[in-house]
């Protein structure tokens, strides 16, 4: 028979005093991790919510001088786009276009390649002010693919700030940190916390590289939601009221999805094959030399177009798409296919600008252009708004990101069926012509001039 031994209370205080002091040091240390990633989701909603301010200026006096001088912008939109392209190519090279592809390519490579180029802090601010002066000269991008990259950007330089100085883990890996970042830029870019989410998920969590945890979509929501505390709970577009959207429209859902898979393909295609891609052999050699004479080149299609459109192509159209949602047509007749072409020339020329909200705004005007052959048989608001995420999602081959974004900016909960059909058809179809993602084949490319640069 054992004969327990007893302890003396005192040292029974003592071992229950540290025990209950190492639980506390276990929670203090998780809280504090916590703390961090949600003061770096803070610093990625304020970056987003400081570009947006800006890009709404840019566009609000784009509208002016266009309205005032609208022959000046023959002049002024080619010298503009051609100085964006000799200032990204001097000052931010790994800045141009989207900002996506350049964030999925970073979470596949070492951290000093991701943080040297891809998702440099320095080379993401300037995207910043040269993405605002695009759009205030007039060109066919978006700002919310260049919220992306910022936020990968700030997400990691504030990790490894905190890892590499203080020597404090944040909880998750270097790529996990830049994924966070950038889902966490789109979710306060669009006001959006679910749609940052999916997005993480269906895009950026492709990668086998990227593996997710509470802390890390905690970071994503809180982005988002800290967003939407600062600049209020309004969905990205007012549309009108869902109800009675859905009467009688489900084969012009299904016919909307498959022209705009088919064009939204097209759309991805051409900006994988680039300006070499279209020009004939010959004149490749010449192309390469000479970046920012196709730049003004890109600038005067670009200002023709907007000539032609009465101004309605200029910058990210969201006045148009807002107007079409609402059952307001707008004044070009051929708006849909004039801002397929001033968004793929502008994309080209490789000046900094995304292609989400411009898609949007193809997508809406493809769904204007389906009414018109329709007739009133076809519900304009129904079709804008399912031609949004079909396009979408034919251009980015991400149709529950696609859905759950257009749903969530508009409010048309009522309409996810419809969506989610319309973008899952649209993305099939897509990817008769495109059969890799544009962002992916993308982003590979980018991998492979970043690491050129760190030989």
Request: charged share 10%.
């Amino acid at each position: 028979m054992k004969i327990r031994r007893l302890v003396p209370w005192r040292d029974q205080a003592s071992f229950t005093v540290r025990r209950k002091g190492r639980q506390v040091a276990r929670v203090s240390r998780k809280t504090f991790r916590y703390a961090l990633v949600l003061c770096g989701a803070a610093g990625v909603a304020l970056l987003s919510l400081l570009f947006a301010w800006l890009a709404e200026i840019a566009l609000e006096w784009n509208k002016r001088w266009t309205t005032a001088a609208p022959w000046a912008a023959l002049v002024v939109i080619p010298l503009a786009m051609a100085g964006l392209r000799w200032l990204t190519l001097r000052l931010a090279p790994m800045a141009r276009g989207s900002g996506i592809p350049q964030v999925i390519a970073a979470t596949s490579v070492p951290v000093p390649v991701a943080a040297g180029g891809l998702v440099s802090l320095r080379q993401a601010l300037w995207k910043i002010p040269l993405t605002a002066a695009a759009l205030l000269a007039g060109a066919s991008v978006g700002r919310e693919g260049p919220s992306v990259q910022v936020g990968a950007a700030a997400m990691l330089a504030w990790g490894r700030l905190w890892q590499e100085r203080a020597g404090i883990r944040l909880g998750f890996r270097a790529n996990e940190l830049v994924a966070a970042g950038a889902a966490g830029g789109l979710a306060a870019a669009f006001n959006t916390p679910l749609a940052g989410v999916v997005f993480a998920i269906e895009e950026l969590g492709r990668s086998a590289a990227v593996r997710w945890n509470r802390l890390a979509l905690s970071g994503v929501l809180a982005s988002g939601f800290i967003a939407l505390a600062i600049a209020g709970n309004n969905p990205y577009f007012h549309a009108a009221a869902a109800a009675g959207f859905a009467q009688g429209s489900w084969g012009w859902t299904l016919a909307s999805a498959v022209l705009n898979g088919a064009l939204g393909g097209l759309f991805a295609a051409t900006l994988l094959r680039g300006v070499n891609g279209l020009a004939p052999a010959r004149w490749r050699p010449w192309l390469d030399a000479h970046p920012i004479r196709v730049a003004f080149f890109c600038g005067l299609v670009v200002a023709g177009l907007g000539l032609l459109t009465g101004g309605a192509t200029y910058g990210t159209g969201y006045d148009q798409t807002a107007a079409l949602l609402n059952g307001q047509p707008v004044e070009s007749a051929w708006f849909g296919v004039a801002k397929w072409i001033s968004t793929v020339v502008s994309y080209v020329c490789g000046i900094p600008g995304g292609i989400f909200t411009p898609s949007l705004a193809i997508g809406a005007g493809m769904g204007e252009h389906i009414v018109q052959l329709a007739g009133p048989s076809a519900d304009p608001r129904t079709l804008a708004l399912v031609s949004m995420a079909a396009f979408l999602a034919a251009a980015t081959q991400a149709p529950i990101t696609a859905s759950v974004i257009v749903m969530e900016m508009t409010r048309s909960q009522d309409l996810m069926f419809h969506l989610l059909m319309a973008t899952l058809v649209a993305s099939l179809v897509s990817r008769q012509f495109c059969p890799r993602p544009f962002y992916h084949a993308t982003a590979l490319r980018f991998q492979q001039e970043a690491s050129r640069r760190q030989m």
